[in-house]
């Protein structure tokens, strides 16, 4: 299966991009498979597709598979550069939706994996536009932002709100590199800043909010995007919540809630509207680029003590 946004935890390496699988062997090996000689027999122009369908597979995971053995090292990462370097010629500056089309084309038509997918990127404008204040600009905060594609989403959202500040942080150098390149290139002129900062999961949420605060003036959040190692999302949503960080009407959104059910149980549990911890949330199942789900949490205050 397909590894979304791997976990950075020290013992088991760097994230990987969303489209690279854990043993690029096995992709090979599935690639190479061809149909058994009865079938070559019994249905020749079956055969004959399959073969040439098993042959382009061979291609694609061949790449793919060379692509993702250039982890962990801390080398230039072809596929991120790849996207920013096309993107940013092919679109011209301030096209927001363009922008994040060719994103997504060019990283499917390559087979990157960079991409998380039409449908989830509306999906993550929807819980954005959801969040947002009655009027004036908002300030959304992405954590894990990868080479770009879920801000360019985010800022989508809020475009029309004049003034207002998508903050996404990233902990992979040349991920962050990527989308400073895409995501400034396509908000030019929009009216909303995009503040990139690099953060890794690991560091401290809370002197990272200080920071945000004293160098930014940012102290509340209208919609929160998690879509980091998600092993940190409670954590750092109680740290928001405690902060005062996200406003009541606020949202967040979360990625994987089926592809990595286990891992988020006890954050399903905490946001689900019977937990008492102020939330009213909806699962939305999605089958598009895989069959999985997203979570959209709306604020409405927290009664209890976290």
């Known amino acids: 299966p397909a590894v979304e946004r791997q976990a950075p935890a020290a013992a088991a390496g760097p994230r990987l991009p969303r489209g ?17 000689t009865p079938q070559r027999r019994a249905l020749p122009a079956v055969a004959a597709a399959h073969a040439a369908a098993a042959a382009r597979a ?25 996207l920013a370097r096309h993107v940013t010629a092919k679109v011209p500056a301030g096209e927001v939706e363009a922008a994040l089309a ?63 500040v998508v903050v996404s942080t990233e902990g992979n150098a040349k991920w962050l590199d990527a989308a400073k390149q895409v995501v400034g290139h396509a908000t030019e002129g929009t009216g909303v800043k ?38 940190y999302f409670l954590t750092h949503l109680k740290v928001i919540l405690s902060r005062g960080f996200l406003r009541p009407g606020g949202t967040v959104y979360v990625d994987n809630v089926k592809r990595k059910a286990k891992q988020l149980r006890k954050f399903i549990e905490f946001v689900s509207t019977r937990s008492g911890h102020g939330f009213q949330t909806e699962i939305k199942s999605v089958s598009q680029p895989y069959p999985d789900a997203v979570a959209i949490s709306v604020f409405e205050g927290s009664p209890v003590e976290l």
């Open 20 to 36: 690279c699988v854990r043993s690029p062997a096995r992709a090979m090996a599935a690639a190479h498979a061809a149909p058994t």
């Open 194 to 231: 995009f503040l990139p900062l690099a953060f890794h999961e690991s560091e401290d949420l809370d002197t990272f909010l200080d920071e945000l605060q004293e160098k930014h003036g940012i102290s509340r959040f209208d919609s929160v995007i998690f879509d980091h190692d998600e092993k």
């Open 58 to 82: 061979t291609l694609a995971a061949a790449t793919l598979a060379a692509f993702c053995s250039s982890f962990p090292a801390a080398r230039a990462d072809p596929a991120a550069e790849m």
């Open 102 to 164: 060719e994103f997504v084309s060019f990283s499917e038509s390559r087979g990157l994996g960079m991409a998380l997918g039409e449908e989830k990127g509306r999906m993550l404008e929807a819980a954005v536009r959801q969040g947002l204040p009655a009027s004036g600009p908002a300030v959304v905060y992405e954590a894990g932002c990868h080479a770009g594609d879920g801000t360019l989403s985010a800022v989508s959202a809020v475009r029309e709100r004049a003034g207002s």
